[in-house]
C-alpha cells in the first residue's frame, strides 16, 4: 500500500513540536501525550483511509475523508501548540471559557457538516449509528440529512448566544438536535426499508 506523502512529515512535525513542549517550563506531560496521541492516531486514520472506507484511494470520497482527517490534524496541533506554548493560555481560556469553546464548536460542527453529505459509507467516520452502518443508504440520508440542518442550527445557535440564553443550554440543545434529528430520520429510512 502506497503511503500518502504528505501525511507523514505533517504528522511528525506537528508531534515533534507538541512534544518540544516538554521543554517549557511549567509545561504538563499529559496533555502533551494527549495531543501527540490525537495527532498520531489522526495520522494513522489518514494512511488507512482507503482500507476503512473499503474504496480506492483514487476515489473522491477518500481524497474528502483525508482532507477532514488533515484539517482535524492542524486544527488539534494548532489547539495544543497553544495550550503548550503560550505562556497565558490558562488565564485566556478561563477568562474567555465560553466564548472559546463556542466558537471551536460552531467550527467544527461546520465542517463536518459540510463534509457529511461527502463521507463514504464506512464504521470509523461519520454518523455512526446501529443503522447507519449496517446499510449505505441510511447511511447517505443521515449525512444528507446532517449536511441540510448544520447551517440552520449553527444560525439558531448563534442567535440563541446573542439573546443571552445561557451558553451551556444553546450547545447542549445545539449538539443534540444536530445528532438527533438526523438520527431520527434516518433510523426511519432504515426501518421502512427493512420492513
Not at 501525511?7 to 512535525?13: A, F, N, S
Not at 488565564?91 to 464548536?105: H, K, Q, V
Not at 441510511?138 to 440552520?152: C, D, E, Q, R, S
Not at 439558531?156 to 449538539?175: C, R, S, W
Request: no cysteine.
Amino acid at each position: 500500500m502506497k503511503k500518502p506523502a504528505v501525511i507523514w512529515p505533517l504528522t511528525i512535525i506537528a508531534t515533534v513540536i507538541i512534544g518540544l513542549g516538554l521543554f517549557v517550563e511549567g509545561s504538563e506531560w499529559r496533555l502533551i501525550s494527549i495531543g501527540i496521541g490525537i495527532i498520531f492516531g489522526l495520522g494513522l486514520m489518514d494512511i488507512y483511509t482507503p482500507k476503512i472506507a473499503q474504496l480506492s484511494a483514487s476515489n473522491p470520497k477518500v481524497k474528502t475523508m483525508r482532507r477532514l482527517n488533515r484539517l482535524f490534524i492542524m486544527f488539534f496541533t494548532g489547539v495544543f501548540l497553544f495550550l503548550i506554548w503560550y505562556p497565558d493560555a490558562g488565564s485566556l481560556i478561563m477568562e474567555n471559557e465560553n466564548g472559546l469553546a463556542f466558537i471551536a464548536t460552531l467550527a467544527i460542527m461546520g465542517i463536518i457538516g459540510n463534509t457529511a453529505p461527502k463521507l463514504p459509507f464506512n464504521r470509523y467516520m461519520g454518523l455512526r449509528l446501529p443503522w447507519t452502518v449496517r446499510d449505505e443508504e441510511t447511511w447517505k440520508a443521515a449525512h444528507k440529512w446532517l449536511g441540510y440542518i448544520t447551517f440552520p442550527i449553527i444560525l439558531i445557535m448563534i442567535i440563541a448566544y446573542f439573546l443571552n440564553i445561557e451558553l451551556i443550554e444553546v450547545v447542549k440543545y445545539g449538539i443534540l438536535s444536530w445528532i438527533v434529528i438526523p438520527g431520527i430520520y434516518s433510523g426511519w429510512i432504515y426501518y421502512k426499508r427493512m420492513s
